[in-house]
């Protein structure tokens, strides 16, 4: 059974840093193409980060990839999102997600979801 378990997030002021952390079980993070998600109130949910099962160009979305990065830790079977120079526009649930095939686009398609870390940055 494939479980995700995110931790990490918290209250920063504006300028500040997180990271998350994405416990991964019942499958090998290297065997799969993970994702990290935020939802703010109101809004689309809406990706951030991925990172491929060959680890290869990770993709960070336009309006993060200066201050965002993803990345993964096989030994620990963990994702990471790296977050800087935090804005209250992040604020949001993040969420980590997971897919073991090709299949959806970029954003889409993905199969395991954990349960959610709330980012909140006050200005």
């Known amino acids: 059974q494939v479980q995700l378990q995110e931790s990490g997030g918290g209250s920063v002021q504006a300028g500040g840093s997180l990271r998350l952390s994405c416990a991964v079980s019942?499958?090998?993070?290297?065997?799969?193409?993970m994702a990290w998600f935020r939802q703010a109130p109101g809004k689309e949910r809406e990706g951030v980060a991925r990172?491929?099962?060959?680890?290869?160009?990770?993709i960070i979305s336009t309006g993060v990839r200066d201050r965002f990065t993803i990345s993964r830790d096989s030994a620990e079977n963990t994702l990471y999102l790296q977050m800087t120079n935090l804005k209250p526009e992040d604020t949001a649930m993040y969420y980590c997600?997971?897919?073991?095939?090709?299949?959806?686009?970029?954003?889409?398609?993905?199969?395991?979801w954990g349960q959610g870390t709330q980012v909140t940055v006050s200005s």
């Open positions: 997600a997971l897919k073991t095939t090709w299949a959806g686009g970029v954003w889409s398609g993905f199969d395991y």
């Open positions: 019942g499958v090998t993070i290297t065997s799969a193409h």
């Open positions: 990172v491929n099962a060959d680890g290869v160009s990770p």
